[in-house]
């Protein structure tokens, strides 16, 4: 399992405690022992990506074997099924948290890439896969499935930081998009009210203003007032609905076009 974080030491952390929980899990059963390392593949054998990986191939080698040989996938229990993903994603998986999201990825033989793919999704984990640089690269690029993936062969507490990221993430995007709505509402008013500050001016001096009708006279009015002030706000000082407001301002605009300069 490799590590790519973009840089965030607090990702990287995380990742390096998900992957410590993960490779620390004691398989109760003697048949998951010999399905973790089965998992592990090459590792197991001297070509562990790092430290941790090489103490767990040594302890599952010391274990009891208790009879148990191999493993095949089409006739395993799911707990030996999730051994062996546990020690496939410990030895060519890799997870990034980088930019705030979450990636999971398994990169192995292309031939083994498909085959990998329907044994995940026969555990209702269905990924993509496609191949890059002449590798099987096996992929999750949705939160929810990293993380269902990441408790199914373990993960602890490190996962409920995960997860606790994942909804701090999601408040602050939702914090950004109604800022940045009401930020655009409120540019969209100011320029409104700006063209009808122009346009009461226009009539005004023209003087057509005058021969409006009387509703049309108080709008203009109180839009000259209060040039900052929103429709709903003008509504509530005329009495009037917010809908007679606009539909007031936008004949005012109308008129101005007409208006004399």
């Known amino acids: 399992m490799t590590v790519r974080t973009g840089g965030d030491r607090i990702a990287r952390d995380l990742v390096e405690a998900l992957r410590a929980e993960i490779a620390a899990v004691d398989p109760g059963r003697s048949c998951c022992r010999a399905a973790e390392r089965a998992g592990l593949g090459a590792a197991a054998t001297g070509h562990a990506p790092n430290a941790v990986v090489a103490r767990l191939a ?3 080698d010391r274990a009891p074997p208790d009879g148990q040989q191999g493993f095949a996938w089409d006739d395993a229990a799911e707990h030996c099924r999730l051994a062996w993903l546990r020690g496939r994603f410990l030895a060519c998986g890799s997870l990034s948290l980088a930019a705030g999201r979450s990636h999971l990825e ?79 509402n ?15 001016q226009r009539l005004a001096a023209s003087g057509r203003l005058a021969v409006l009708p009387a509703t049309l006279r108080r709008v203009a009015g109180a839009r000259i007032e209060a040039p900052e002030a929103t429709t709903s706000e003008l509504a509530e000082q005329l009495e009037l609905t917010r809908s007679a407001v606009q539909r007031a301002l936008e004949r005012l605009v109308r008129e101005a076009a007409d208006a004399p300069a």
Do not use: I, Y
């Not at 555990?123 to 096996?138: C, I, N, Q, T």
């Not at 409120?186 to 009461?200: C, E, I, M, N, Y």
């Open 58 to 60: 040594v302890r599952l």
């Open 106 to 184: 398994f990169v192995v033989e292309p031939s083994e890439a498909p085959r990998l793919v329907a044994r995940l999704t026969e555990l209702a984990l269905p990924a993509a896969w496609r191949v890059r640089r002449g590798s099987g690269v096996v992929t999750w690029k949705s939160g929810e499935t990293v993380v269902r993936f990441l408790h199914l062969v373990g993960a602890g507490g490190a996962l409920l930081e995960l997860q606790a990221r994942g909804v701090a993430r999601t408040l602050h995007s939702d914090l950004t998009r109604q800022l940045n709505a009401e930020t655009a």
């Open 186 to 200: 409120l540019r969209r008013g100011v320029r409104a009210a700006s063209r009808q500050l122009r346009a009461t």
